[in-house]
């Protein structure tokens, strides 16, 4: 496979696209952000690396490369790439699941303790010089359910268990009545599935009600597993004790949108991932990949196309 042709759907200035030159010499590759980038190149390209290229660039190009074995996403959710055609075909897609687990849990875990600790109060009084003493919340013996058991559900659940949580599941072979359970007896409770149908509006207005009067949702998973409507009556209403979100229905938000006024609301700009090297180690990963696929072993993190994830 060392005379591959690899289509790079990114801005041809990116830096991160330096690390390619790991790649076995005979590797011929094609990097754009416009279809146009890609005509001579696509007839003949055997792999796609998806970088930042949006689902309809994905799309052109695919059409224009009939000849292609694998599509890699630098992304781990595929619910804005996936298009019928991709779908139903045999070509194997792989993704960035792992890469950002570990650093999801840590957020998770910095949600919990920014309500149980009353870290904006304590913020806010020593902004303005007061000496404002109040009870926190030991989280040791509380309840954390996750609903999702993915690497990110894993990667939270494994440190709250190290703190001293409870921690429940929900997988999507559980029904409703384990959903009203856990929802029940969650003091946090964490989303981390992939959107697919079946979790688009997942936490709704009777999940919500459903939900402890102090407890808190923390989304690490997509935004629309969301009822933002109905998740900013309760919030505003406090029906529950507040909610940590890094993803969310529209990205970025746009001015004025009420999450910005609420203080039971722990808002991170969809950055939750972001460390220095996240983009290095997602490219190694595919870099890793490529070697695999160079030798015919099997591939990692190959995502079942049909249930998005």
């Known amino acids: 496979m060392d005379h591959s042709i690899?289509?790079?759907?990114?801005?041809?200035?990116?830096?991160?696209?330096?690390?390619?030159?790991?790649?076995?010499?005979?590797?011929?590759?094609?990097?754009?952000?416009?279809?146009?980038?890609?005509?001579?190149?696509?007839?003949?390209?055997?792999?796609?690396?998806?970088?930042?290229?949006?689902?309809?660039l994905l799309r052109q190009v695919w059409r224009m490369a009939p000849r292609v074995r694998w599509i890699h996403?630098?992304?781990?959710?595929?619910?804005?790439?996936?298009?019928?055609?991709?779908?139903?075909?045999?070509?194997?897609?792989?993704?960035?699941?792992?890469?950002?687990s570990e650093i999801l849990g840590e957020f998770v875990i910095a949600a919990v303790l920014f309500f149980a600790k009353g870290l904006r109060r304590m913020v806010r009084s020593q902004e303005a010089g007061l000496w404002d003493q109040f009870d926190t919340v030991e989280v040791a013996g509380r309840t954390m359910g996750v609903i999702g058991l993915g690497d990110i559900g894993k990667a939270a659940a494994r440190r709250a268990e190290a703190l001293?949580?409870?921690?429940?599941?929900?997988?999507?072979?559980?029904?409703?009545?384990?959903?009203?359970?856990?929802?029940?007896?969650?003091?946090?409770?964490?989303?981390?599935?992939p959107l697919t149908p079946e979790t688009r509006g997942f936490i709704g207005e009777a999940e919500l009600r459903g939900m402890k009067?102090?407890?808190?949702?923390?989304?690490?998973?997509r935004g629309p597993l969301v009822d933002e409507a109905a998740l900013i009556a309760a919030l505003r209403e406090k029906r529950i004790g507040g909610a940590a979100l890094d993803v969310f229905n529209q990205e970025p938000l746009p001015a004025g949108h009420p999450f910005f006024a609420l203080d039971n609301l722990l808002l991170s700009p969809h950055s939750a991932d972001h460390t220095p090297d996240w983009q290095p180690r997602a490219m190694q990963l595919f870099l890793d990949n490529f070697e695999r696929y160079r030798k015919g072993e099997p591939l990692r993190n190959v995502v079942d196309k049909r249930r998005g994830y």
Request: without cysteine.
């Open 213 to 221: 009067p102090e407890a808190v949702l923390i989304n690490v998973g």
């Open 164 to 193: 001293g949580l409870r921690v429940i599941g929900l997988g999507r072979a559980d029904g409703l009545e384990r959903k009203r359970d856990l929802l029940a007896r969650s003091d946090y409770v964490v989303l981390s599935a």
């Open 6 to 56: 690899v289509l790079v759907l990114a801005d041809p200035t990116d830096p991160l696209l330096a690390m390619l030159e790991a790649l076995p010499g005979e590797v011929r590759i094609a990097a754009g952000n416009r279809v146009e980038a890609f005509a001579d190149a696509a007839p003949e390209a055997d792999v796609i690396l998806n970088w930042t290229g949006s689902r309809e």
């Open 73 to 100: 996403s630098r992304s781990a959710g595929l619910d804005e790439l996936l298009f019928p055609e991709l779908a139903e075909s045999a070509v194997p897609l792989t993704n960035a699941r792992g890469v950002f």
